[in-house]
């Protein structure tokens, strides 16, 4: 089975703090992405990573920055936290070479920023 | 006008009852059309997948795939309480980038 672990399920931060949210795949693929879901807008793309170091920006990019220095590890930065970044936070991983392109989610990660 | 259309109700139904689920899309070039189920405080995980047109039963599930109209289907039948989810319909486009295009999602809630 197909793992994308996020490392926390529950963040609270402070206005201004620098915020790190991890994901962890295990299962080589090359793609990941971060999204963002919130009430009443659905899942809207933050950045996604298709080979370590290589980034991309989605739909949403401001205020968010990513880091992939390995395969598995994709990392989502948050420079300084603002309250309109309380979101639930997701992460996924697909295998590029499939072209269905099904994307594997991580559990979430529920950030308050206060 | 988003790419992919989907009514994100609350729809609320009794146990055993049918649900039909629907999402349109614009863009004629979308290649696999999935269906996403999401429980409350979890992340989505893949339901069903469907490549052309047509209809595709996994057990109560069944998702159907209209091209000429641009309109995607999830059907549950003998609807349970344990179905109750946002169920999302998501769609690729041929490319490596692996991007999906998600629907806003629909939550259902089955009473029993």
């Known amino acids: 089975d197909v793992k994308v672990t996020q490392s926390s399920r529950y963040l609270v931060k402070r206005t201004g703090e620098k915020v790190f949210l991890e994901c962890v795949q295990d299962?080589?693929?090359?793609?990941m992405f971060w999204y963002r879901q919130d009430p009443g807008l659905g899942l809207r793309l933050i950045y996604f990573?298709?080979?370590?170091?290589?980034?991309e920006k989605g739909d949403i990019p401001e205020g968010y920055s990513v880091s992939r220095e390995k395969k598995e590890r994709f990392s989502l930065i948050l420079e300084s936290a603002s309250t309109n970044q309380t979101s639930m936070y997701l992460c996924?991983?697909?295998?590029?070479?499939?072209?269905?392109?099904?994307?594997?989610f991580g559990a979430g990660t529920r950030l308050s920023v206060l | 006008q988003k790419e992919v259309e989907q009514d994100p109700g609350p729809l609320s139904v009794p146990e055993g009852a049918i649900v039909s689920l629907n999402c349109t899309y614009s863009?004629?070039?979308?290649?696999?059309f999935m269906w996403y189920r999401q429980y409350s405080r979890k992340g989505p995980e893949l339901l069903m997948y469907?490549?052309?047109?047509g209809n595709k039963e996994d057990g109560r599930f069944t998702a159907q795939v209209d091209k000429s109209s641009k309109y995607i289907s999830l059907f549950i039948r003998d609807s349970q309480p344990s179905d109750s989810a946002t169920y999302l319909c998501?769609?690729?486009?041929?490319?490596?980038?692996?991007?999906?295009?998600f629907g806003q999602g629909t939550t259902l809630q089955v009473k029993p």
């Open positions: 469907t490549y052309s047109s």
């Open positions: 299962m080589d693929h090359e793609n």
């Open positions: 863009n004629s070039a979308f290649q696999y």
């Open positions: 996924a991983s697909s295998f590029p070479r499939e072209a269905k392109n099904i994307q594997y």
């Open positions: 998501a769609m690729s486009l041929p490319s490596n980038t692996g991007k999906l295009i």
């Open positions: 990573s298709y080979d370590v170091k290589m980034k």
